[in-house]
Nanobody, 124 residues
Framework: QVQLVESGGGLVQAGNSLRLSCAASGPTFFIYAVGWFRQAPGKEREFVSAINWDARSTSYADSAKGRFTTSRDNAENTVYLQMSSLKPEDTAVYYC?????????????????WGQGTQVTVSS
């Protein structure tokens, strides 16, 4: 089983930056892409970004474009989500997830493996 562990969440002030990490272990050769999702209290889980496992292609939700960047450290099997110009509405639990085929990156039901999530709180 592929295992994913997120880290890097915390409390930051609006306008500041934060970098989340997603460390993958196990049979990572099954991974086609890794996505980031977030879920705020009382809201549905929403797509944030995704990156192919070979790091050649990325995808972003409109809310993330221009502020968030996803990347991968090939040597460490770790995917990052660099978030800048954070806003209070970015407050949520952030999850990384891995999928084994292309499909539609924004569809959470197409991801097979999920991390436990990390809380990001942005204060105004």
């Amino acid at each position: 089983q592929v295992q994913l562990v997120e880290s890097g969440g915390g409390l930051v002030q609006a306008g500041n930056s934060l970098r989340l990490s997603c460390a993958a272990s196990g049979p990572t050769f099954f991974i086609y892409a890794v996505g980031w999702f977030r879920q705020a209290p009382g809201k549905e889980r929403e797509f944030v970004s995704a990156i192919n496992w070979d790091a050649r292609s990325t995808s972003y939700a409109d809310s993330a474009k221009g502020r968030f960047t996803t990347s991968r450290d090939n040597a460490e099997n770790t995917v990052y989500l660099q978030m800048s110009s954070l806003k209070p509405e970015d407050t949520a639990v952030y999850y990384c997830a891995a999928r084994s085929y292309h499909g539609t990156y924004s569809r959470s039901d197409e991801y097979k493996w999920w991390g436990q999530g990390t809380q990001v709180t942005v204060s105004s």
